[in-house]
């Protein structure tokens, strides 16, 4: 699976988007970038996931640029509850796919009041 | 539907002890995959199931092992407890090997003394 690199912390204010960036200049055809967080001592979090195009849900939107060597997660509404560690992964899905996730270190959001 | 759950949530054991940890995955969700995290290594594979067979394997030693059972309900169990042993187990379901999204249960918080 190719490797990510997220800055290691950033904050926002309550209320504010947050846009987390990740970069994957390595990143194969064929892997998707996912995005989970965990808060403190909690299991990870699925947050999204995207091969090329932009997707959004309930919690974030996923923006990956057109030459797909970077993306950004972005929570709209940051809340005092959003504040965790935030891991980007890159990773074959389907056919092939490895079993096993590989975090890095992640990027912490403090959200402040 | 209900996430996955992990029992026990904490639990204190002695060195050369050895203890088990369950996981029910998602209703539907037939792999289960095990993960051990702790502070300087990060988060480690350690094996994951599916259709009651190990279908891959991390490099831990053998005093870790695991089954899955008819309803796709995983054990893990380590033998022989060390003081490193101590960490956050976590369990992740998805539909099958190939699919694309592992969602994490809260863990087993481990302490060896």
């Known amino acids: 699976d190719a490797k990510t690199t997220q800055p290691p912390s950033m904050d926002c204010a309550e209320g504010r988007a947050a846009n987390l960036p990740c970069n994957h200049s390595?990143?194969?055809?064929?892997?998707?970038v996912y995005w989970y967080r965990q808060i403190h001592s909690q299991g990870p979090q699925y947050i999204i996931h995207?091969?090329?195009n932009n997707e959004t849900n309930e919690m974030a939107s996923l923006i990956i640029t057109e030459d797909r060597k970077s993306s950004t997660l972005i929570l709209p509404h940051a809340t005092l509850r959003d504040t965790a560690v935030y891991y980007c992964?890159?990773?074959?899905?389907?056919?092939?796919?490895?079993?096993?996730?590989?975090f890095g270190k992640g990027i912490t959001l403090s959200v402040r009041p | 539907k209900a996430g996955v759950t992990q029992t026990p949530r904490y639990l204190i054991k002695t060195r050369g002890q050895q203890v088990t940890l369950s996981c029910s995955p998602i209703?539907?969700?037939?792999?289960v995959s095990w993960y051990q995290q702790t502070p300087g290594q990060g988060l480690q594979f350690l094996f994951e199931?599916?259709?009651?067979?190990?279908?891959n394997k991390g490099n831990f030693p053998g005093r870790f092992s695991g089954r899955q059972f008819s309803n796709s309900r995983s054990e893990m169990n380590v033998s022989t407890l060390e003081l490193g042993d101590s960490a956050l187990y976590l369990c992740?379901?998805?539909?099958?090997?190939?699919?694309?999204?592992?969602?994490f249960g809260p863990g087993t918080r481990l302490l060896v003394l």
């Open positions: 992740a379901s998805r539909w099958d090997p190939l699919g694309e999204t592992q969602y």
């Open positions: 390595t990143i194969s055809g064929n892997e998707y």
């Open positions: 995207g091969l090329k």
């Open positions: 992964i890159v990773r074959v899905a389907g056919a092939g796919a490895n079993s096993k996730l590989t």
């Open positions: 209703s539907g969700h037939r792999s």
């Open positions: 199931y599916f259709s009651e067979t190990q279908r």
